[in-house]
């Protein structure tokens, strides 16, 4: 079963504009995590936040995560053509657990 | 590039047949954790095995099998298959209690 929900499903932007993508969870967290793939391959893992931080930034990617809401969202800025993928968010209960992946939001930037 | 290498890329069998795929962990990693992601779904996890024992099950079904070696390399067995089994199958490898797990490229399985 899923745990989380990404929204949107799908998001179709400019190049340069920026992309917002949010995940709801249902049961309490040890961490949560994005990952982003491309056309169906593998996961790339991008950023970890864990349960008692609210923000954390890696390059152009900001990742908030509210626990009373059981809510994180993904900020990517200044998209690029590149950008274009599937994100998901996977919760984690406890470290080195398994990962309970929502179904992911498709993301497509424009040039 | 994860470290993480599956084999092979794509299979197409039959329903009712037999199947094993490959992984090989990052180096040093000793837990590996196998996940089956349907057409259009997130992946969802299988089960975890850490030193060659099982650490941890999904919701599949006795015919998903796993086995670690101790190089840490690891199968996954899937027995009479069905016209579900139909998924990209990714496994990821970690250091046990670790928080972040690297993803392998997939096998994709049709069954047909």
């Known amino acids: 079963s899923q745990q989380g929900e990404e929204d949107p499903q799908a998001l179709s932007i400019q190049e340069g504009e920026n992309a917002t993508m949010n995940c709801s969870y249902k049961?309490?967290?040890?961490?949560l995590q994005w990952y982003r793939q491309n056309s169906g391959r593998g996961l790339v893992h991008l950023i970890l936040?864990?349960?008692?931080?609210r923000e954390k930034h890696s390059g152009r990617l900001r990742v908030t995560l509210d626990t009373s809401k059981k809510s994180s969202s993904l900020l990517i800025t200044a998209s690029r053509a590149a950008d274009t993928a599937s994100y998901f968010c996977?919760?984690?209960?406890?470290?080195?657990?398994?990962?309970?992946f929502g179904k992911g939001t498709t993301l497509s930037v424009s040039s | 590039e994860t470290g993480v290498t599956q084999s092979p890329t794509h299979l197409i069998k039959t329903r009712g047949q037999q199947v094993t795929l490959r992984c090989s962990s990052q180096s040093g990693h000793n837990t590996v954790s196998w996940y089956q992601q349907a057409l259009g779904q997130g992946p969802q996890f299988i089960f975890q095995y850490y030193r060659e024992e099982e650490n941890g099950r999904g919701n599949f079904p006795p015919r998903f099998s796993g086995l670690q070696f101790p190089n840490y390399s690891s199968e996954l067995n899937v027995n009479a298959l069905e016209l579900d089994d139909s998924a990209l199958y990714l496994c990821a490898s970690s250091l046990v209690l670790a928080d972040t797990q690297y993803f392998g490229p997939g096998t994709r399985l049709t069954v047909l």
């Open positions: 996977a919760t984690e209960a406890k470290a080195g657990t398994a990962l309970i």
């Open positions: 936040i864990r349960s008692n931080e």
């Open positions: 049961t309490s967290i040890n961490n």
